[in-house]
């Protein structure tokens, strides 16, 4: 069992929000398999918020990483989990919440809670980059619930307002900017996601698409949120957790595989992005699936 911070859960009337079922607030020191197995919210939706660490979440046949500093989203009646029921080392908050107009939602009227569910209900991404007020706004609900106090019922609607229209610009200010990927971006990224196995410098990348390396790391870091660098650094930890969890494979060959130069550098960049060790992240999975069996 993993050691963490206590554990701050609110459910149904303890939220102080009409229409929020459920909130809470965990930081998770080492992979943890506790009560994320296949669930649902029924009814309901949920917003997460991965502080630093990072989470492999699955929803039907899609796993999705996310990573710190963004938002995960799961609709009602959807069946998801986390992958291998391990939550990885993290901090992180969630709110459960139901946009029915007949129980309007943080003391809004019926129209307003109408129009909130219709844009939740449009929405085209799982999971996007956050923002410091939807952070801020995941703290303060939390806050207002567990201290408590004359104006802690006010003080806990304003906040579930903020954290879902905040939810809301995030989603929309992603959907811009992936919309805004341009043609040789997106080239480089398929070619980036080809060749992972591939040492090729960034700089020598750049030249490959007829920009400068100057240029190309603006526009990457720009259009993509990350830097050329981070986001292949991404993409092979992201494949090499694949191979981890579907194959015997030893680390070294994995490493090699995913375009590490040595079993030690891939390590070092594995633990700072995932938390565990490649070693800690096989076991973990493999207990996992002992468990369940």
């Known amino acids: 069992m993993a050691k963490t911070a206590k554990r701050r859960m609110f459910l149904g009337k303890q939220t102080l929000v009409p229409g929020v079922r459920f909130t809470g607030h965990d930081v998770v020191r080492a992979a943890d398999q506790r009560g994320l197995n296949a669930h649902d919210h029924g009814a309901a939706y949920e917003l997460c918020l991965i502080v630093s660490g990072g989470v492999d979440w699955w929803v039907g046949s899609e796993i999705y990483e996310v990573g710190p500093g963004e938002i995960y989203l799961t609709r009602p009646h959807e069946r998801h989990g986390a992958v291998d029921s391990m939550l990885q080392p993290c901090e992180l908050y969630w709110c459960g919440f139901e946009l029915d107009d007949r129980a309007a939602i943080a003391s ?25 007020e939807v952070a801020d706004a995941f703290a303060r609900l939390i806050a207002a619930q567990r201290d408590g106090g004359p104006l802690a019922g006010l003080e806990a609607r304003v906040a579930c307002l903020n954290l879902l229209l905040g939810s809301l610009r995030c989603h929309d200010s992603y959907a811009t900017l992936q919309r805004r990927i341009s043609a040789t971006i997106s080239q480089a990224m398929r070619w980036i996601s080809d060749h992972l196995e591939d040492d090729v410098a960034i700089d020598d990348l750049a030249k490959h698409f007829s920009l400068s390396a100057t240029r190309f790391h603006e526009r990457f870091r720009r259009e993509v949120g990350y830097s050329p660098g981070d986001w292949r650094a991404r993409q092979r930890i992201k494949r090499a957790k694949q191979l981890l969890r579907q194959t015997d494979q030893s680390i070294t060959h994995i490493a090699l595989r995913c375009g590490f130069s040595s079993s030690q550098y891939f390590a070092t960049t594995f633990k700072r992005l995932v938390g565990l060790t490649p070693r800690q992240y096989r076991r973990r999975s493999a207990d996992s699936h002992d468990a369940s069996a």
């Open 108 to 132: 809004l009227n019926r129209a307003e809670t109408r129009l909130i569910a219709q844009r939740f209900a449009s929405l085209q991404h799982r999971h996007f980059r956050s923002s410091p």
